[in-house]
């Protein structure tokens, strides 16, 4: 068996592209096509499908990268040990987040310490960004009301409170404290898709006050409940750390019971002391108010 055609075929799995495997392995793209190539005559099977606009696994070839991911996971974690003494001068971090607003400073602050680490960015909602960290197709993750669980690593960041987002020109912008929740009875929102942490915290919330808003639009990105609010389609939600600064809206302080979130940092445990992930969640209080 040829550990080159393996090494080829696994980043073309991750990557879901023949361009960035090359990239990843520092090869020319025709070596990658030609590794797999051999691969798949070689023992009758075909292992990608290859379409004009993406590369997908064949049913053999999902049970084919289970298998080199954590073969190859073992050997990543095996060359990080022997050049633990090493600066972290070169390397790759992948990382996942459900929302830009908090991890992009941190890798600021990674880059500012180690300017010679690459990182690849997943922005995903929180079920995706968890999948992700759990699949270990990403090192770190920026996740949002997750429960403590076995061989999870987690470190907190902040807490952040929901706001109501309204159009720049409402009166309750006027309100320097804020408005109550019961306040939003019978109002007409704009919201975020039931499965979004922000929504359910929200809807949470509610029950336990007896509100209940009249849900025109539900929305599967912030930049869409922004528009809406903006066109004054009705009033929307927003946690407290994504705030926009776009001038046509203005966010609102909510009063009331369970509508926090808490943020953290998480790696998985058994690769907690691999020198670039524990960089990085190293960064943890540096970002906690």
Known sequence: MN????RAFDAVAREGSFTRAAARLFISQPAVTGHIKTLEEHYQITLLRRTARRVELTEEGIKLAAITRAMFGLVD?????LEANRQ??????????????????????????YPGITVNLRLGNAQ??????LSEHVDVAVLTEIEPRKGLTLRPLV???????VPASHPWLALPEGIDIAQLDQIIMVLREPTSITRRTFDEACDKAGVNPRVLLELDSREAVTEAVAAQLGVGIVSSIEVSHDPRVGAVPI????????HMLGCMERRAELRLIKAF?????EHTP
Do not use: W
């Open 3 to 6: 550990l080159f055609q393996l």
């Open 77 to 81: 974690e095996a060359q990080v040990m």
């Open 88 to 113: 972290l001068l070169t390397g790759r971090l992948e990382v996942a987040a459900d929302g830009p607003h908090m991890v992009m400073p941190m890798l600021a602050s990674l880059r500012a310490r």
């Open 128 to 133: 995706e960004t968890l999948a992700a960290l």
């Open 159 to 165: 807490e952040s409170r929901i706001c109501a987002l």
């Open 255 to 262: 009063k009331g019971e369970g509508l926090a979130n808490r």
């Open 281 to 285: 969640m190293a960064l943890a209080p």
